[in-house]
């Protein structure tokens, strides 16, 4: 079939990309000005979503076990961008941020394979193939509007990079 309607890269980039917003999103909310949620309880909310994208992965996709050790890998490679921020502030050296990088993206591609794998058996395969394009889309509006929401939470609170007399 033409398209992104059965397209196993559809799949990949709009299951790992929505994994990814949804574990940002879980994190950037167990950090707002209030007691903020304890370290665990944060695991579990990112597992939770990193299980979900699985889920999806197992249930639609075309190739499941492919589709989500593939979108998991993805979704380990993009939350490289804050784990690597994270270890880059402790004494770790260069041979531990490698070790850190090659051990989530090993851990990414397994939780995406297994929970497809386990989801797909468990859940059933679905008969509808969705249209991945358009799950791309829905997945890039909702990452843009949880951007809009940071940002006016950002510059209500007279925090983060909002100055007032920006120009000058």
Same mark, same amino acid.
């Given at each position: 079939m033409s398209g992104g309607r059965r397209s196993g890269a559809g799949a990949v980039a709009a299951i790992?990309?929505?994994?990814?917003?949804?574990m940002w999103a879980a994190g950037y909310?167990?950090?707002l000005p209030r007691p903020p949620?304890?370290?665990?309880?944060v695991l579990v909310a990112m597992l939770a979503a990193m299980t979900a994208g699985a889920a999806v992965a197992g249930r639609f996709a075309e190739r499941p076990v492919r589709t989500g050790a593939l979108a998991g890998l993805?979704?380990?490679?993009?939350? *490289?961008?804050i784990l690597g921020s994270l270890l880059g502030e402790g004494a770790a050296g260069r041979f531990g941020l490698a070790a @850190? %990088?090659?051990?989530?993206?090993?851990?990414?591609?397994a939780w995406g394979a297994g929970g497809a794998?386990?989801?797909?058996?468990? *859940?059933?395969?679905?008969?509808?193939?969705?249209d991945w394009v358009h799950a791309?889309?829905?997945?890039?509006?909702? @990452? %843009?509007?949880l951007l809009v929401v940071a940002g006016g939470l950002v510059t209500s609170h007279d925090a983060g990079l909002a100055v007032p007399d920006w120009p000058n």
């Open positions: 790992g990309f929505g994994t990814t917003v949804a909310a167990s950090r949620l304890p370290s665990p309880a993805l979704t380990a490679a993009l939350n *490289l961008l @850190a %990088a090659v051990s989530a993206l090993a851990f990414g591609a794998a386990l989801f797909g058996r468990w *859940l059933g395969r679905s008969g509808a193939s969705p791309m889309a829905w997945v890039a509006a909702a @990452a %843009a509007f």
